[in-house]
């Protein structure tokens, strides 16, 4: 593990980089070609497309995706996106709960800390809680950050799967990454709150 303390002021926050566009209208919406499926439409022998569902919301009625990914010099910083696909408010106050998964979604035996202090100093990284309410189509974002530094002849971790939760003892789900968290040799993965996320 480095024992230097890179300041990256630079980097985008990970919770502005969060903010792609994931909206309500994600969690399944009808065509308009559905709306004129009713008898004078069939009259007319108009061929109706059947309406394309959007992905499924989970019963939680939230859905959590990657959203961006930064690297410079080693160092990595991933944005996660929290999104209200359901049809009432979520409260959100806290951190993500994580666990990085191998290629056979094993648990991988890492140290998980809150905030970015220990790996690099990261503006708006290190900001505590804030309770949020979020309603339907609304989102908050929060940021993992990590140096993927091997030393030693230790084998390098990589894991393609993150189990998380928005919460402790809320409900787990499995993400499928977008390219592993590449840890190196460190051991060591940074998480934020979450926070407001700009739409």
Not at 101 to 111: A, F, G, M, T, V
Request: net charge negative; charged share 15%; aromatic share 4%.
């Amino acid at each position: 593990m480095t024992s230097s303390r890179t300041r990256a002021r630079h980097l985008a926050p990970p919770l502005a980089l969060a903010a792609l566009g994931m909206l309500a209208a994600s969690c399944g919406t009808e065509s308009a070609a559905a709306e004129s499926s009713g008898p004078a439409a069939q009259g007319k022998g108009v061929a109706v497309p059947a309406p394309v569902p959007g992905p499924a919301c989970p019963e939680s009625g939230v859905r959590i995706t990657e959203t961006a990914r930064e690297a410079a010099m080693g160092l990595r910083v991933l944005s996660l996106s929290l999104t209200n696909c359901g049809t009432a408010p979520v409260e959100v106050n806290g951190y993500p709960v994580l666990t990085l998964l191998d290629e056979e979604r094993q648990p991988l035996d890492i140290e998980i800390v809150h905030g970015s202090e220990p790996i690099a100093m990261i503006e708006g990284f290190d900001d505590g809680p804030v309770p949020l309410t979020l309603q339907p189509g609304e989102q908050a974002s929060a940021g993992l950050v990590w140096r993927n530094t091997v030393t030693g002849w230790e084998p390098p971790v990589n894991a393609p799967f993150l189990d998380i939760a928005v919460a402790e003892g809320e409900p787990t789900r499995t993400v499928a990454l977008d390219g592993a968290i590449d840890l190196g040799t460190t051991g060591m993965l940074g998480v934020s709150a979450w926070g407001p996320s700009a739409q």
